[in-house]
């Protein structure tokens, strides 16, 4: 059973940064995919970024060039950088991997005031 832990998110103004770091223990070999996805008030769960081990990123068209995602130095971590943070991109932000079925973080939360 693997198991995710996030830190990272608050509030800050638009235009501002924020940094998302996620955790997965419980399991003893390298994941090869690990991100984030994020669920607005009233909206469906959207992938937001997806790093794999082999250093391949994937990006919702919304946050090309202003998110970077990355595998952590210690592994099975994954951290997100957010920069250029925008109103629309407030939400409650999930870890996510999959290995023998999705698990999900239990979120956390990033409010962007304008």
């Known amino acids: 059973q693997v198991h995710l832990v996030e830190s990272g998110g608050g509030l800050v103004q638009a235009g501002g940064s924020l940094r998302l770091s996620c955790a997965a223990s419980?399991?003893?070999?390298?994941?090869?995919?690990m991100g984030w996805y994020r669920q607005a008030p009233g909206k469906q769960r959207e992938l937001v970024a997806v790093?794999?081990?082999?250093?391949?990123?994937n990006y919702a068209d919304s946050v090309k060039g202003r998110f970077t995602v990355s595998r952590g130095p210690v592994k099975n971590t994954v951290i997100m950088q957010m920069n250029e943070l925008k109103p629309e991109d407030t939400a409650v932000y999930y870890c996510w991997t999959i290995w023998d079925k999705d698990y999900w973080g239990q979120g956390t939360q990033v409010t962007v005031s304008s």
């Open positions: 790093a794999t081990s082999g250093s391949n990123t």
């Open positions: 419980g399991i003893s070999s390298n994941i090869n995919r």
